[in-house]
């Protein structure tokens, strides 16, 4: 398990951070001697919209061992759609229209519920596809907006700090951990494994910010030791989600770590947040 989640870790890590350079090096956002192109963050964008699709399958997996029926030939592009709101708005799209995404997917998840299955599951089903939307639409189009909106660095910065987090629990519950954090949730996170998460995330926002400039160091300790608990809390909540399809992981896609939506957890739940917070301190 550990070897290969050093592997896969260091395969994840290098992939992602080449495209986010690169997507930066394309728009002029990597460096202030570039001009910033006047749309930023389309690689990336990119990314997180391919992303959306083997998530949403995931999602719905999960959902049908709960006896729900995720509906994703509408979720898919809704979730899509929602996730690439702040990409749109810099062509200078009237973005309220997409206040109309939400309610016309319903529509279309109810139109589809008739199709398929009449009455039988309707709450059930169409709840599980809303979620869905939600967690893997909504959630995501803040992690674009950091992107976009605070630049590249931001979003290394805020993405580093995260998942280092879980990187510190693991390894703090691995070899001090000894009083349950959740066991009725999660079984293996230990109070030594978030005060690990705390203490590693503290330290990659400090060196982080120190050297790209971000925020101030007290701001970057403060930061990452919030995200730290934070990034646990959103590991707990697919952690719920995964408990109530009697299943370990989203999937066995990615060797060492399960599938997709086990990797993004931390960053998708706390994504919001640190949108917030970077639109205060910036």
Known sequence: MLKYRLIFGTL?????????????????????????????????????????????????????????????????????????????????????????????????????????FGTEGTIRNVAASVFSILYLGVFCAFIIGIRVQYGLWVLLFFVFTVKSSD??????????????????????????????????????????????????????????????VLGQMGDLVESMIKRDAASKDSSNRIPGFGGLLDVIDSPLATAPIAYAVFLYLM
């Open 12 to 116: 994840m890590t290098l992939v992602f951070v080449g495209l986010v350079l690169l997507d930066g090096r394309l728009d002029g956002s990597i460096s202030d001697a570039l001009p910033d192109a006047p749309i930023q963050a389309t690689i990336f964008t990119l990314l997180v919209a391919l992303l959306a699709i083997p998530a949403q399958f995931e999602f719905g997996q999960l959902a049908a061992q709960t006896g729900a029926r995720v509906f994703k030939s509408i979720t898919i592009p809704a979730s899509i759609l929602m996730a690439t709101l702040f990409f749109w708005d810099q062509f200078l799209i009237d973005t309220r229209m997409y206040l109309l995404v939400l309610p016309i997917a319903v529509l279309a998840l109810c139109g589809m519920q008739a199709i398929r």
């Open 167 to 228: 990187i510190g629990a693991y390894a703090f519950g691995r070899l001090f951990g000894k009083h349950k954090l959740c066991p009725s949730i999660s079984p293996g996170k230990t109070w030594e494994g978030l005060a690990g998460a705390v203490a590693v995330a503290a330290g990659t926002a400090f060196v982080f910010s120190y050297y790209f400039g971000i925020m101030s160091g007290v701001q970057a300790v403060v930061f990452g030791a919030v995200f730290g």
